[in-house]
């Protein structure tokens, strides 16, 4: 890459925006599809390594592994009182239902 940079020191108290904006304008566009490319082969080097780490490194330590293993052991309290009347309740309503239908009579049928 050739830059064809040239740069203007007749009057260094002064410094020249405009030159210097078009210097690196210059720079800019002999860079900018490279560093694109750059950037583009780091972020797939880096997604790839992200990527294998979290298929292949997934292991636990054995305190991880035995704390999973704890919090899934724990038994359940079967608590048989309140089953017991959420089930009378259940059969009461079942009977309730069952005892408020009333077939209504059929208009048509001649009785």
Same mark, same amino acid.
């Given at each position: 890459?050739?830059?064809?940079?040239?740069?203007?020191?007749?009057?260094?108290?002064?410094?020249?925006? =405009?030159?210097?904006?078009?210097?690196?304008?210059?720079?800019?566009? =002999?860079?900018?599809? &490279? /560093?694109?490319?750059?950037? /583009?082969?780091?972020?797939?080097?880096?997604?790839?390594?992200?990527?294998?780490?979290?298929?292949?490194?997934?292991?636990?330590?054995?305190?991880?592994?035995?704390?999973? /293993?704890?919090?899934?052991?724990?038994?359940?309290?079967?608590?048989?009182?309140?089953?017991?009347?959420?089930?009378?309740?259940?059969? /009461?309503? =079942?009977?309730?239902?069952?005892?408020?239908?009333?077939?209504?009579?059929?208009?048509?049928? &001649?009785?």
């Amino acid at each position: 890459m050739k830059f064809d940079i040239k740069f203007n020191f007749k009057n260094t108290t002064k410094i020249d925006t =405009k030159h210097i904006a078009e210097v690196a304008s210059r720079v800019w566009q =002999k860079m900018h599809m &490279p /560093l694109f490319f750059i950037v /583009l082969i780091a972020a797939i080097i880096i997604g790839g390594y992200i990527w294998e780490q979290s298929i292949y490194s997934g292991g636990w330590s054995k305190e991880k592994k035995q704390e999973y /293993l704890d919090t899934k052991n724990k038994e359940v309290i079967f608590q048989e009182k309140d089953f017991q009347k959420v089930f009378d309740d259940i059969t /009461l309503r =079942k009977e309730k239902s069952a005892k408020a239908y009333q077939p209504v009579k059929d208009i048509f049928k &001649p009785y």
